[in-house]
């Protein structure tokens, strides 16, 4: 009767483990397909907003070596029409550009790395400057707003957007927040820190626009 007892205790426990597996699997079944319609209606929402956009999406596949938030690699390339340059974005703002095409990949610099520049405008006020990459601000994960016209209306807290004109980017998309103003001491102009409105370090599927109307 003991061994008897032994033995269906253990088919109860066996039974438990399985359906503990199944519903383990039927968990991230559910996740995933969560994930995927986030994706799918970030993909619809940028397709809504700005219908003249083509766009190929992009799955990371790998990041620098270093500075994981300055560069990573998508499992996109040149078989995908993808060239260098493309703008790469998501449904919160603008990650960079293509930097490099192989056939089946390609890699993306972000807005923080040092050779990355985009024209862009105050949201509140209108006034127009350059944010680029900073070497020495790259570690933090911001970039830097320079060349901002003469006695430029600037506040912390605004919202800086890509200006479009003569850019490789396109009008009106978001690329951060103004964190600190200060004064360059070399030229004794007004420079800000801006926090990209992307989260570098979570990013797993992107937009590479492949094509859109320019002004």
């Not at 009008?171 to 800000?192: C, F, K, P, Q």
Request: charged fraction near 25%.
């Amino acid at each position: 009767m003991y061994f008897q007892s032994i033995d269906v205790l253990q088919e109860q426990n066996d039974a438990l483990k399985e359906e503990n597996e199944s519903l383990e699997d039927r968990l991230d079944e559910a996740i995933l397909l969560e994930e995927e319609n986030e994706r799918l209606r970030a993909y619809l929402g940028m397709k809504n907003k700005y219908p003249s956009f083509t766009m190929e999406e992009g799955r990371v596949i790998s990041y620098s070596s270093g500075n994981y938030m300055t560069n990573f690699t998508l499992d996109r390339g040149s078989l995908h029409g993808i060239e260098i340059n493309m703008p790469v974005i998501t449904d919160q703002g603008i990650v960079g550009r293509v930097s490099e095409v192989g056939l089946n990949w390609c890699m993306v610099s972000t807005i923080i790395e040092s050779n990355v520049s985009v024209g862009v405008y105050i949201q509140r006020s209108g006034a127009g400057g350059l944010v680029s990459g900073d070497y020495s601000l790259m570690n933090e994960g911001v970039c830097k707003l320079g060349y901002l016209d003469a006695n430029a209306d600037i506040q912390i807290g605004d919202k800086i957007l890509s200006k479009g004109t003569g850019s490789m980017y396109p009008a009106d998309l978001e690329i951060g927040t103004v964190i600190d103003i200060s004064m360059d001491e070399y030229s004794r102009n007004t420079v800000a820190t801006v926090k990209p409105s992307v989260d570098f370090s979570s990013l797993t599927w992107v937009m590479i626009l492949t094509g859109y109307a320019k002004e």
